[in-house]
């Protein structure tokens, strides 16, 4: 049974450019979580998909946006890239109703210079 | 939005267990309290969760006081891959909206 999923492992971007990160979630999970990690700091809330929509989001702004589709993997894009965009962003799938026990993938780290 | 305090760092020898406790005095009444244990380069991985008293998993023991200001993630005899950080969150059955991760426990295991 695959974990969850994402891709690419690494990336680099310039500053304004866009990116856009992709996650296949744990198998029987519904419900994708996205976060950004800084060095050194927990992981912060960027937004949750349910039902192709998106159900919650934490304090990011509109730059950053978000897909699910009905196999229920996720996209997160990111534009006009700001050099404390860099850091490592985490996929995170649960069941729905049981957001409290995710599983994370291995996160894509994104490089902005 | 419950926020947690825990030590930055904990250092402990092979073989012993560690306690690490973890603040929450605004818990709400529907809150859970859940720890997560993340490697470098890692995403966190789900330890044990629970709502009051005791609960056990194969992992680790989690203590949680009546009051449930407070909770200690109890690891049995730990080993060196045990070195990694450990967060206490605290949060609602529904909604990663409520899971705040803040800084986490950096815990190093000694030979």
């Known amino acids: 049974d695959a974990g969850v999923t994402q891709s690419p492992t690494h990336l680099i971007k310039t500053r304004g450019q866009q990116v856009t990160l992709r996650c296949s979630p744990k198998s029987g999970h519904d419900t994708v979580s996205w976060y950004q990690q800084a060095l050194g700091q927990g992981p912060q809330f960027i937004f949750q998909?349910?039902?192709?929509?998106?159900?919650q989001r934490g304090n990011f702004p509109d730059r950053f946006s978000g897909h699910q589709f009905p196999n229920y993997s996720s996209e997160l894009n990111v534009n006009a890239l700001l050099l404390g965009d860099s850091a490592l962003y985490l996929c995170?799938?649960?069941?729905?109703?049981?957001?409290?026990?995710?599983?994370f993938g291995p996160g894509t780290r994104l490089t902005v210079t | 939005l419950a926020k947690t305090t825990q030590p930055i760092s904990m250092d402990s020898y092979e073989g012993q267990e560690v306690n690490i406790t973890c603040s929450h005095n605004n818990i709400a009444t529907n809150d859970y309290i859940t720890w997560y244990q993340q490697f470098p380069s890692q995403g966190p991985r789900f330890i044990i969760q629970g709502y009051k008293t005791k609960v056990t998993n194969e992992v680790a023991s989690l203590f949680i006081p009546a009051d449930r200001k407070s909770s200690t993630l109890s690891l049995p005899r730990v080993s060196l891959s045990d070195t990694a950080v450990y967060y206490c969150?605290?949060?609602?059955?529904?909604?990663?909206?409520?899971?705040?991760f803040g800084t986490g426990t950096r815990l190093t295991v000694i030979p």
């Open positions: 998909y349910y039902e192709e929509e998106e159900r």
């Open positions: 995170a799938s649960s069941e729905s109703g049981r957001s409290y026990e995710q599983y």
């Open positions: 969150l605290v949060g609602g059955q529904t909604g990663a909206n409520n899971l705040f």
